[in-house]
């Protein structure tokens, strides 16, 4: 019958990559077909990288005649070589296509692509899967290799919709010659987007490193950088890694990025940019379109404004200095606390001369502003950091696909296997906090009467008291999504359906309902209905939900 004989790592040593004795199988007077392998004794199908090898031993009993075949791309060592050699290739004694009748070979692998590798054997007796041709019995089994490629990054640089940078797989731009690299000019507060195109070698991350600009480092396949401090910077690198090494080997590589960015002097207006906000803190924090160079003698030119029931009053700020971190920031500190329930308004006056206002780096002046709305910082009532954000995996009890991956749900609607559907299930790959989210996705049938995700697990969380929030959700569409809302619910209180209609998809997206009345919710389940009316397309309804709370409102006291 046929075996694969898993070897002791101590056997398999002596066996493969050093110079020894003919090995001979303990076996008695039966025949049987049986292999070996450096890499996996339980498989016939492998993953290597390019210049790497792998050792086939045959230790089939009682064959009458054995045969390797290897194919184009691939070379045998000799028996002696020493498989800690960073090159092999003294150790060639034959390149295939050809034929051996060794019992063992040592196979180096020297172009990429997917390589079959034979062992085709003939006994007198038959075994199992063997076929008699003249006589003899005779079986062959087919070995599947993939040879990865190395690594070989490539990638553009736009500056907006101009090319200013392509490198393919096959430069290999050096420290050594910077002097003759392009250079490209930007004014201060412009952008360059990086774009990683490599395929070569299949890398499934990548990491970009950036000097002189407000990004510094980066996972993203497309990456834009604003570049706000005046100078000329070489741009930086990326590498890219093969990291998934259940289905292919570990791999990397680096390259440099061979240009040269000169950021000179903006002739745009220095204006505030975004919306203020607070923070945890109560700081007050606002963007300005380029880096602040002083913030002296600003003190008395903000106003700060705060309504709510029964108050109207200007706050005076005690504190201003450009973000430790960040220097297109300016950070406000106040005189009297702030609440979630407030509304406040930002204004800026810098006075009649350029040089009393605050000025960039490259000597422009802020411009004035008046009432800026500014974002309240909330206080989160619910477990985000761990339940509400999907963050324990699946233990192992229960039904995988009924739990969605995820410890403390229920996947109502579910399939109970892996063929679905699975209309939600645990993914690490998109997130917007922690390592996981969940995911929503429909067959091309979309989406059925009801989808429900129950959230058991719930009780067992410290309870919410009653009282008025703010319901918030994080929410990633894709691109193809045409659904209208979702749906959270908890056994009491109201429920809360999010408008997505209008959401913009392909990125993260923070949606908040009006403020809400809650009663105590210590008891029951929190469950995500999704439902068909109104969003009954037949295609794949696909999403991500991220960081459900109740954002706490203070009243003011």
Known sequence: MKKIIILTAFILVAIF??????????????????????????????????????????????????????PEGTSLLSKDFKNAAQDLSPFITATGPLNTSQ????????????????????????????????????????????????????????KGIE?????????????????????VTIEAGEQLTYMDMTTVGEPDKRTWTFNGGKVETSGNQTINVPYFGLGTFKAGSIKSVRSNTDTAPAGEATKLIPLNVEVIKSSQPFVIVGTPSFDADEVLSFSVSGEVASVINQLGKFKVNVTNIGFDQDIAVTSVTVNASDATKIDLKLESPIYSSDAVTLSYTGGAVDAER???????????????????????????????????????SGNLYKKANTEGYFGQHNANNENGPLYYWRDESKKKFGNSSMKFETTDAGIPDIARLQGAGYRTLSPVTAGNYIPSVWIYLDPSNTMNNIQFNFTVGPSMVFDISNTPKDKWIELRLPEMAFPDLDTGRFDLNITNPGQDDAVVQKLWVDAFDLLIVEPRI
């Open 103 to 158: 019992e063992q070979i040592n196979v180096l692998f020297n172009s990429p692509g997917i390589k079959e590798i034979t062992l085709t054997n003939t006994f007198k007796d038959e075994v199992t899967n063997s076929t008699l041709i003249d006589g003899v019995w005779q079986i062959t089994e087919t070995f599947t290799i993939k040879v990865f490629d190395d690594i070989k990054p490539a990638f553009i640089v736009m």
């Open 358 to 396: 605050i000025l960039s780096v490259d000597e422009r002046a802020l411009e004035d502003f008046t009432d800026i709305n500014v974002n309240m910082f909330f206080e989160g009532a619910m477990n985000v950091e761990g339940y509400t954000s999907y963050e324990d995996i699946w233990g192992g």
């Open 163 to 183: 090319e200013v940078l392509s490198i393919s797989e096959t430069d290999l731009p050096t420290a050594a010659n910077s002097n003759s690299w392009k250079t």
């Open 17 to 70: 990559g050093c110079d020894n004795d003919e090995y001979e199988a303990p076996y008695g007077g039966f025949s049987s077909f049986t292999w070996v392998s450096s890499v996996d004794a339980l498989s016939t199908d492998y993953v290597v990288p390019l210049n790497d090898f792998i050792g086939l031993l045959d230790v089939s009993q009682n064959p009458l005649s054995h045969t390797w075949s290897i």
